[in-house]
């Protein structure tokens, strides 16, 4: 009951994580800094309703995600979830959407995310010190946290990222990328790079790397990752920033690959390798499409994984 139908399949979407333990009959454990990945899969949450857009912090202690259930009653929550204790916290929102797209921060003592407010989607940022949730600013959506808290990367129009003072609500232009649209951004843990996703406009999707000192509206100094005219999506740093991991369709199911990069020039050092896929076709990690979502912490992945299961019932009437 907690989640649709369509025709004859039950979608429920979940979030899943690598388990720390690794394999439990003596496989790897997950080890992101070093491209090493468990095939050992733990769901994020016990409960039966959907979730969305997933973030986890570096430490890979807490994790951000939008759940959404119920047939009749309809029911959207941000929550952020403790993953040492298994405690959530509900974020009180203005509006009941799919649409929030939580951001934790590195830290995971903040959580940026978008509140409908007079008709128009604008940034907040709630504070677990604080236990509470502020405007940042008249529009927008929170990518990512520099480092304090102090400063956000924030996306506003299609082809701009800014760096946004979420004191003053002050912002300055990081990189343009016109003619092609952003699809995904975040920053290196030492906030000197940010690698983004984009979409061109013949169809093709790419993944980049810029510093941050020179990137502004030229594009200088910008680093070629990877190309494809199929599904390419979701950069997102290792702590160590060694690596760079990204959702590709390139093997045709969406997988998880992950790129070795140069430690100082950010340059790729070989070529991408896929780390997982998903051995059980009902699991997809592009559902709805576009939709494909990661987030990387030190000792764990998390996926957005849609599981498609289907089955036909029969109902016997009673004898009067």
């Not at 009180?92 to 934790?104: E, G, V």
Request: with cysteine; glycine share 10%; charged share 25%.
């Amino acid at each position: 009951p907690t989640a649709p139908i369509v025709g004859d399949f039950t979608i429920s979407t979940f979030g899943f994580s690598k388990s720390p333990e690794g394999n439990r009959s003596g496989g790897p454990i997950t080890r992101p800094d070093e491209g090493i990945i468990s095939s050992d899969l733990s769901k994020l949450t016990p409960d039966l309703k959907q979730k969305l857009s997933t973030s986890i912090s570096r430490d890979g202690t807490k994790a951000a995600f939008t759940a959404f259930g119920g047939a009749l009653a309809q029911r959207f929550e941000l929550r952020i979830r403790d993953l040492t204790t298994g405690q959530e916290t509900t974020v009180p929102t203005q509006t009941m959407s799919l649409s929030f797209s939580p951001q934790i921060s590195p830290d995971g003592m903040a959580v940026g995310f978008r509140d409908r407010v007079a008709g128009k989607w604008r940034p907040f940022v709630y504070s677990l010190n604080e236990a509470s949730s502020r405007e940042v600013g008249e529009s927008g959506r929170i990518l990512d946290f520099f480092s304090g808290n102090e400063f956000a990367l924030i996306i506003d129009k299609p082809d701009e990222l800014e760096k946004m003072n979420l004191r003053t609500g002050d912002r300055t232009p990081v990189l343009t990328t016109n003619p092609d649209t952003i699809t995904g951004a975040g920053l290196s843990p030492d906030n000197e790079w940010i690698a983004y996703s984009t979409g061109e406009p013949d169809g093709q999707a790419a993944i980049w790397i810029a510093p941050l000192a020179t990137a502004s509206t030229s594009g200088e100094g910008k680093i070629f990752i990877t190309r494809d005219d199929r599904y390419l999506s979701s950069p997102k740093w290792s702590p160590n920033g060694r690596y760079l991991y990204f959702l590709s369709e390139k093997s045709g199911a969406c997988s998880l690959y992950a790129q070795n990069l140069d430690p100082k020039t950010k340059e790729p050092a070989g070529e991408a390798r896929m780390i997982y896929f998903s051995p059980d076709s009902s699991f997809h990690l592009n559902f709805p499409k576009g939709h494909g979502e990661i987030g990387v912490a030190e000792d764990k992945i998390i996926f957005k994984v849609s599981k498609m299961d289907g089955n036909i019932f029969v109902a016997t009437p009673k004898k009067r």
